[in-house]
């Protein structure tokens, strides 16, 4: 008897799972994974901090997560897409390739995951405003910002006022060059891929020089890698990049330090140079030194300076999330993401130059005496622009780190290589373009 009533139980279990009825036997909690770059390698990483964030939502929800950490974001996305088995969300610090991944189909649009109010606490470019098919989208909600048009230096070594223009930036160089003192600090070496550090400083002398239309230009494919000004920012970069004189060890030297290394002269004694171009991350990587520098007493900043006659303009890195299935934990995720007390989470307890775009935190959540000016910049009028190199097509992209490099070794091949970028740039199909304007 005890085996009949036990079989005809087995069975009913069978019908309810069968028939697709819920039973509380067979149901497990959701968990949304999430790939990102940043890794978790102990206390006060990038990984860990961004952790907190997402123990807040599982908190709140319920919801567990899985977050898969890795440098090699898009190789590991395209291959997950490719195999059936994406992320639900994946953060990516290209709106070109989340664009080109909207328009082939596997970026879920937000629009109706994001509140009105949500969206209107962005500046409309952080949101990936894309067109499929004929209707407009948005597609991202931005994570983490970086301020590019930066230039870092030791205060106790630079006392007088910082070049308030990029033709005093350049001649100041050249006169502390020509005095034995090294202005420049530089390294162009990554684990994931080199030279983007060196585009970085290229892309914001063009913008300075020459303003946020030609750049878009530029970064949509419609001017020429060959043209007067791409030329002129190239070779304004090369003054100061392969001029031995001109930065900390030569050449050589700038080609071999990882970025991460490259300011550690800033706090020597005496100092090995003046000046870092870097991106506001860099105050964490500053503050791991072993001299452990304190921010405001021995590293500070001054904007990089336009040309005479420009307008402020900014160049931005942002690490965006994108939505690559469109289920229930993954709205859920994205929607937490956008709101003003999560994007306040990581900057509250970070001291590692993490800053949001929403207009709505308050700058109260950055507890040193920098950052509070790098947020201002964030909610000021000023227009905002993409990295160049974020906007690029892939084929692109690898093309122009490559020519970095090539062109440190070798500066007088500079209109070979411009020229070999063209024919890359032309090699590209129209629709693989993104043309992304800076804020207004």
Known sequence: MRTSVRRNVIGLVVLLVTAGLPACAVTEPATVTILGPWLDTGENSEGR?????????????????????????????????????????????????????????GLYPLDDVLSQRQRAAYDAPWLLPTRVDGVDHVYTVPIKANLTSLVWYNPKRLTGPPPGTLEELLAFGGSAAGSGITPWCMGMGDSSISGWSGADLIEDIFVHRFGPDRYRQWAAGDLAWTSEQVRQAWAEWGSLATDPRAVYGGPRT??????????????????????????????GFYRDFESRP???????????????????????????????????????????LARDSTQGIWPRGSDRGVFTLNRDVDT???????????????????????????????????AYYRAVLEYLNSPARLDELLAGLDEVRAAVPPEEWLDLPCTA
């Open 254 to 283: 700038v080609f071999s330090t990882d970025f991460g290394d490259s300011g550690l002269p800033l706090f020597t004694d005496p100092p090995g140079c003046l000046f870092e171009h870097q991106s506001s991350f860099i105050m």
């Open 49 to 105: 901090e961004f952790r907190t964030v997402l123990d807040a939502f599982t908190e709140e929800t319920g919801i567990e997560y899985d977050y898969q950490q890795t440098r090699a974001l898009a190789q590991v996305l395209r291959s997950g897409m490719a195999s059936g088995a994406p992320p639900d969300v994946a953060i990516l610090s290209s709106p070109g390739d989340l664009a080109r991944f909207a328009r082939g189909g």
């Open 364 to 398: 109260d959540v950055y507890q040193d005496p920098i950052s509070p000016r790098i947020a201002e910049v964030f909610s000021s009028d000023d227009p905002l622009c993409f990295h160049v190199v974020d906007i690029l097509p892939p084929a692109v992209r690898t």
């Open 294 to 336: 304190t921010a405001g007493e021995d590293f500070d900043f001054f904007p990089f300076p336009g040309a005479v006659g420009t307008d402020p303009v900014w160049t931005v890195s942002v690490d965006l999330a994108g939505m690559f299935t469109d289920t229930p934990q993954a709205r859920s995720l994205m929607e937490f």
